[in-house]
């Protein structure tokens, strides 16, 4: 089993900046490849940036291409992403996740086998 925890979601106001983590345990292989999603009220969850297992291999949602960086330690456990020119549209609810695909990264919601219990970030105008 897997266990994944966020944090560091929040309020802060548009333009601003939020850096996520999110740390795994349990029985985690160095080779997943990890991912952030997104869910807003009322819509479906969405891709929003993941990173392969050495790191070397990032894909990014065309929203977020720019202002958006996902990176992870050299344990390969945690992952983190740095949200930078923050925008009302990307409030959400932010979900980290592994997948046991190596190649991509994946970007289906599908693809991803195990699954954070989710931190707010909310962007006010």
């Known amino acids: 089993q897997v266990q994944l925890v966020e944090s560091g979601g929040g309020l802060v106001q548009a333009g601003g900046s939020l850096r996520l983590s999110c740390a795994a345990s349990?029985?985690?292989?160095?080779?997943?490849?990890m991912g952030w999603f997104r869910q807003a009220p009322g819509k479906e969850r969405e891709f929003v940036a993941a990173?392969?297992?050495?790191?070397?291999?990032?894909g990014y949602a065309d929203s977020v291409k720019g202002r958006f960086a996902i990176s992870r330690d050299t344990a390969k456990t945690t992952v983190f992403m740095q949200m930078n020119s923050l925008k009302p549209e990307d409030t959400a609810v932010y979900y980290c996740?592994?997948?046991?695909?190596?190649?991509?990264?994946?970007?289906?919601?599908?693809?991803?086998?195990?699954w954070g219990q989710g931190t707010q970030v909310t962007v006010s105008s």
């Open positions: 996740a592994v997948s046991r695909i190596r190649v991509g990264p994946p970007t289906a919601v599908s693809e991803y086998d195990y």
């Open positions: 990173i392969n297992w050495s790191g070397g291999s990032t």
């Open positions: 349990g029985r985690i292989f160095s080779t997943y490849t």
